[in-house]
């Protein structure tokens, strides 16, 4: 595979948004297909490296997708990317490698997402959500497709994110076996 072939999706959106959801759907869709790797940032936030090596994590995770592109592989990103520099970084380093990326926002309304908090075993609360999304809210990054993670379902939405890619020719024509 050629460096030129390679693609990279990106999810962003709030935490409860189904970013991790849609995800792991996508990769275990295109897998057997596809050489690819699901990079789930949170592993990567949730490491012990101690206050003085924080700003090690973001290093991390540019090493791992560059050795993950360098070894040819198709990538998934799982990521909030509230900031939007932080984005920009990460696609800026991705360019050097392939200019073959879709970025996907997952935005349910702010009440689906309360709802979905309260599921899990560690509810963030209503208050941190609200920061989420108000800082979401001040990052635009237009350049992203939205996704309605409310109203369509999952696999609605993992069927969205394949048309999208074929018909933005991140992907060979051979995807269409798998749509």
Do not use: C
Not at 91 to 113: G, M
């Amino acid at each position: 595979m050629n460096s030129h072939d390679l693609w990279v999706v990106i999810f962003r959106g709030i935490p409860r948004a189904g970013k991790t959801t849609l995800a792991k759907t996508l990769h275990h869709r295109l897998e057997d297909k596809y050489k690819i790797a699901l990079i789930h940032y949170d592993t990567i936030f949730e490491m012990k490296t101690g206050k003085d090596k924080e700003s090690l994590k973001p290093k991390i995770a540019l090493g791992m997708i560059e050795n993950f592109l360098i070894e040819n592989y198709n990538l998934i990103l799982d990521n909030s990317f509230i900031f939007t520099q932080y984005l920009r970084q990460t696609i800026q380093f991705i360019e050097k490698y392939t200019l073959k990326y879709r970025v996907y926002f997952l935005k349910p309304s702010f009440l689906e997402i309360v709802e979905r908090d309260k599921k899990f075993p560690v509810p963030k609360g209503i208050e941190a959500l609200k920061e989420f999304w108000i800082t979401m809210e001040n990052n635009d990054f237009p350049e992203h497709i939205e996704i309605d993670t409310d109203t369509l379902s999952i696999d609605e939405s993992v069927e969205f994110i394949l048309r999208d890619i074929q018909r933005n020719i991140l992907l060979k024509a051979e995807l269409g076996a798998v749509i």
